[in-house]
């Protein structure tokens, strides 16, 4: 059985997650392999959430919010860009691929955009293969 | 039974006690020497003067797994981590640290409650106590002997070293540990002149002065237990604590800990982790109340615990005066001069 | 040549001034400890105090780290050497304590030695600067030279595969005891209550081992990210020498670059993660 990555995407509730409903209801094919949660603004995401969710298991963490300049709150993803920025130079520092971990900014009307995005980082995942290192074996 | 071996063979000796079950031993870290199981007979180094961590965790390990569960499951199908049933050889542990394991023996050991993990582990090692080296001098923040461990005391050990120039001379001490010395072959006999140079040591040892003249457990009970109210007293000496939780973990005789069950999805691990009453949410209890928010409260706790409340409750002080707190300390706090002044000074001297 | 006693005698001067006008109630230097090499923090109360003052070449701690113990409004004098400064400098900029509260008696020194290990402390460990940044009184002359790049020693873990430098950074943080020496050394751990001591939610285990040891040095990391003025004590703190100083800077220089803002340089400043500029570009998150 090939591999199948678990990828853990956390998308903004005002652009990135209705973009994701418009590609459904367009019906675009997109791999199955992202788990979504939804948060109102990329701002609301905590670094420490990616390096949990690496070490729960995730092999891949993708974060979606609007374009900067279009924050539903105003500034929100201004400073989720810094803080977001900050973590991938911590995971890369640490050896982890810098490939698993990716921020894109996808707007409502972006459904396309929202598909390929989500097919060509699952094809990146399923090159890099399993993430092994920070993923807890035991309890 | 007296043996020696040239030290710079030890890893003969090593070697076989690896064969007969797990060894212990110091091993020279980046850091400094820290005792840890042996995986090459040659990774022994018995040039410290004393490890970093204490040897306690042979005993009373820092993580210790009890019981392994899966959350759907019944209680019942939980499995108990087996503890190993191999003998243990603790290698090199300087005399205060193995009086520390007596200390300990009162908590973990004793009518009324026996810790079954400790019980077990204290009845399979054998303890290869090490006597300080006389000709060296002795580091400013040791105080064993003043509390009435000499440097080269072999009480607790079951089987004694004493450096001899190039060689290590060892000594049975208790029957367990005569039964071991007679199966070392890679041993050899030790001649008269040999068994003299280790009464003598014996004899040296006890006038190897550490700082402080003399203690009176009693005294210092007392003492704190009249300046514990001093608010003042404490806030003042607690002024550079950082209170981070190192003189706890590098202690032989703190023996605080948690047990939490750390769960994955559906599997999970009840264990006991090493807490110390240094640590902000010590005390935090379940309604969010927290006794001891500030530092004063947290390091005269500390204080009195060791010097105070353990003397009053078990006779005993609970310290060895191996130093180690005051060399890890970040902010260089020399705990038992604070007892010093906390006690006015009366009953002891500087040096 | 290096005049420790110079400063001290400097020192004590000062200290006694500020403490017989009143014009702050606590001065934070240095003390006497248990010997030469190993001096304590020390807050000197009164002015009987002044005379336990010292200063020589192992004062390595950073008294910003008790600042914050202090109520708000309380007047403190403190002793600040260059990365100290900059740590006084970070936290006006967090309001943590207001400029008006502290007098800054700076310390422009290079020749600080580590007690561990008897070397100088300089660029490799420390962030390289000899100067304080912010300062009321002098109490030696400028130093001059000395000059090295704190982020040159970065180079060969940059240059390592990323494979081997998981291997370095695992090696070593497995070593962790989890003692929180190097939290609570920092001038800028201070939260109450840290996130690794919240149950709810539970960000990491308390066992020593390597998925609680990682979440929580990577998590750390990440909160001092653009705030750690590479002062080294947390390193300096730490029982098994964990070299957690090498990750600091990366954050730092990595800050650097992206933000164009380097921690504690002045109080007019804001801590990068909570401010943004338009201009930022997306080029950083690639």
């Known amino acids: 059985m090939s591999f199948e990555p678990k990828i853990l995407g956390i998308a903004c509730n005002w652009c990135t997650y209705t973009g994701a409903d418009l590609a459904g209801t367009t019906r675009l094919e997109y791999p199955q392999n992202v788990r979504v949660v939804r948060v109102m603004c990329s701002s609301r995401i905590n670094p420490s959430f990616i390096f949990r969710a690496f070490q729960l298991g995730a092999d891949g963490v993708l974060v979606g919010g609007c374009h900067p300049g279009d924050c539903h709150y105003n500034t929100g993803n201004l400073y989720a860009r810094r803080r977001l920025a900050t973590a991938k130079k911590i995971l890369e520092f640490a050896g982890i691929e810098p490939g698993r971990f990716r921020v894109e900014w996808i707007s409502a009307s972006e459904g396309n955009k929202f598909a390929e995005v989500v097919e060509e980082f699952t094809n990146q995942i399923k090159n890099l293969g399993p993430q092994m290192k920070l993923k807890i074996q035991e309890p | 039974m007296l043996k020696k071996i040239v030290i710079d063979e030890i890893s003969q000796l090593t070697a076989v006690l690896m064969e007969m079950g797990t060894l212990i031993a110091p091993v020279k870290e980046i850091s400094g020497h820290n005792f840890m199981e042996i995986a090459d007979p040659g990774q022994v180094d018995l040039d410290f003067y004393n490890t970093i961590m204490s040897p306690k965790s042979a005993f009373f390990p820092q993580k210790e797994d009890f019981v392994r569960y899966k959350t759907a499951e019944k209680l019942s199908a939980a499995e108990t981590v087996l503890l190993d049933t191999k003998p243990v050889f603790l290698f090199g542990v300087r005399p205060c640290d193995v009086k520390s394991f007596q200390i300990m023996d009162i908590h973990f050991n004793h009518a009324g409650i026996i810790d079954p993990y400790w019980h077990h582990r204290r009845e399979s090692t054998t303890i290869f106590g090490y006597a300080f080296d006389l000709d060296k001098p002795v580091d400013p923040a040791d105080f064993y002997n003043t509390l009435g461990i000499s440097a080269s005391d072999p009480e607790g050990s079951d089987i004694f070293m004493v450096k001899k120039e190039k060689e290590l001379l060892l000594k049975s001490i208790t029957h367990k540990g005569e039964k071991l010395l007679a199966q070392l072959s890679a041993l050899t006999s030790a001649t008269s002149g040999d068994e003299q140079y280790y009464e003598e040591y014996l004899q040296r040892g006890k006038d190897y002065k550490t700082r402080f003249t003399s203690v009176d457990p009693e005294a210092i009970a007392l003492e704190l237990e009249d300046v514990f109210e001093n608010t003042d007293f404490w806030k003042e000496i607690s002024s550079a604590c950082l209170s981070c939780g190192v003189c706890t973990f590098v202690c032989p005789t703190c023996y605080c800990f948690d047990i939490c069950d750390d769960t994955l999805f559906s599997k999970g691990t009840r264990r006991r982790v090493w807490d110390a009453c240094m640590f902000t949410d010590f005390t935090l209890e379940a309604s969010g109340h927290n006794p001891r928010t500030q530092v004063y409260q947290r390091l005269r706790q500390k204080f009195c615990h060791k010097y105070s409340f353990h003397i009053r409750k078990y006779g005993v002080i609970s310290c060895v005066g191996c130093g180690r707190c005051t060399r890890s300390c970040p902010v260089n706090i020399d705990i038992f001069a604070f007892v010093n002044i906390a006690t006015r000074a009366k009953w002891y001297q500087r040096l | ?286």
Request: aromatic fraction near 8%.
């Open chain 3, 1 to 286: 040549m290096i005049r420790f006693k110079q400063i001290e005698e400097r020192l004590k001067k000062e200290a006694k001034i500020l403490l017989e006008s009143g014009e702050v109630t606590v001065v934070l230097a240095y003390g006497k400890g248990y010997d030469e090499k190993h001096p304590m923090p020390y807050a000197a109360k009164k002015i009987a105090d002044v005379e336990d003052l010292v200063f020589n070449e192992y004062c390595n701690h950073n008294m910003a780290r008790y600042l914050v113990r202090y109520p708000q409004g309380t007047k403190i004098a403190i002793a600040v050497k260059a990365a100290d400064s900059r740590a006084v400098v970070q936290l006006i900029q967090e309001e943590k304590v207001k400029r008006d509260d502290l007098v800054l008696l700076g310390i422009p020194i290079h020749g600080m030695k580590d007690p561990r290990t008897g070397e100088v402390i300089d660029g490799k460990t420390t962030c390289g600067m000899y100067t304080p940044v912010l300062y009321d009184v002098l109490l030696n002359d400028d130093v001059h030279g000395h000059k090295i790049s704190p982020y040159d020693v970065l180079a060969k873990y940059e240059a390592m595969d990323k494979d081997e430098r998981w291997e370095f950074w695992k090696k070593e943080l497995d070593k962790c005891i989890r003692c929180y020496a190097c939290r609570k050394a920092c001038p800028m751990c201070y939260c109450d209550p840290c996130f690794i001591d919240q149950s709810k939610p539970k960000w990491a285990d308390k066992a020593p081992q390597s998925p609680g040891n990682m979440m929580y040095h990577l998590t750390r990391f990440h909160h001092l990210a653009g705030r750690c003025v590479d002062c080294g004590e947390c390193s300096r703190a730490c029982p098994v020498n964990i070299p957690l100083y090498l990750f600091h800077k990366k954050v730092a220089k990595e800050c650097e670059e992206m933000f164009h803002q380097k921690a504690g340089m002045s109080i007019e400043d804001k801590p990068v993660l909570i401010d943004f500029r338009v201009e930022d570009s997306d080029k950083i998150l690639e």
